[in-house]
T-cell receptor, first 110, second 114 residues
Framework: QKEVEQNSGPLSVPEGAIASLNCTYS??????FFWYRQYSGKSPELIMS????GDKEDGRFTAQLNKASQYVSLLIRDSQPSDSATYLC??????????FGAGTRLTVKP | GAVVSQHPSWVICKSGTSVKIECRSL??????MFWYRQFPKQSLMLMAT?????????EQGVEKDKFLINHASLTLSTLTVTSAHPEDSSFYIC??????????FGPGTRLTVT
């Protein structure tokens, strides 16, 4: 079983809608979680980090973490075509290892 | 966020030659640096983890004698692809982190081996 799993997509939403990206992880000892955005041909850039259960909001982005369910999500409100990219979920474990999911490709249609 | 640079951004080399890629953390001291490889339309694949002043830890299946990593200071790590072959053509990305700091990625180096 993969350590960090994401639906590869593609996920397609209309402009202005809410895009919901999901990620599950396999081990309860994960301590911190991250969402990265990667445009085609570019390296990943950090969007959000979340460490405790609940929601964390930053502008149009909200990260949600549920450690009991081993689930972390990213909501993008008022999606824009410029949000079209691959979104990578990552989990850091106690030994400081960080593992990435395969990424979900998001397309926001004008 | 923190800034990580890579040099060169792209390189073309002939089969059998060696290529060195530099990764620098510009505004923080990186206790750990990571090297990833990404083939087209595929996910990031961690190649190795390096800590300043110690030997790199390579992921299973990554040849340490082919991909030489040197982490000489808290701001610089280098990856040397030795005796490169066309199948080594890929997007190589480094990342850096300090204690308590998220992992930040460099812009990547696109290697083409002809």
């Amino acid at each position: 079983q993969k350590e960090v799993e994401q639906n590869s997509g593609p996920l397609s939403v209309p402009e202005g809608a809410i895009a919901s990206l999901n990620c599950t992880y396999s081990d309860r000892v994960s301590q911190s979680f991250f969402w990265y955005r990667q445009y085609s041909g570019k390296s990943p850039e950090l969007i959000m980090s979340i460490y405790s259960n609940g929601d964390k909001e930053d502008g149009r982005f909200t990260a949600q973490l549920n450690k009991a369910s081993q689930y972390v999500s990213l909501l993008i409100r008022d999606s824009q075509p410029s949000d079209s990219a691959t979104y990578l979920c990552a989990a850091r474990y106690n030994n400081n290892d960080m593992r990435f999911g395969a990424g979900t490709r998001l397309t926001v249609k004008p | 966020g923190a800034v990580v640079s890579q040099h060169p951004s792209w390189v073309i080399c002939k089969s059998g030659t060696s290529v060195k890629i530099e990764c620098r953390s510009l505004d923080f001291q990186a206790t750990t640096m990571f090297w990833y490889r990404q083939f087209p339309k595929q996910s990031l694949m961690l190649m190795a983890t390096s800590n300043e002043g110690s030997k790199a830890t390579y992921e299973q299946g990554v040849e340490k004698d082919k991909f030489l990593i040197n982490h000489a200071s808290l701001t610089l790590s280098t990856l040397t692809v030795t005796s490169a072959h066309p199948e080594d053509s890929s997007f190589y990305i480094c990342s850096a982190e300090a204690v308590g700091v998220e992992q930040y990625f460099g812009p990547g180096t696109r290697l083409t081996v002809t």
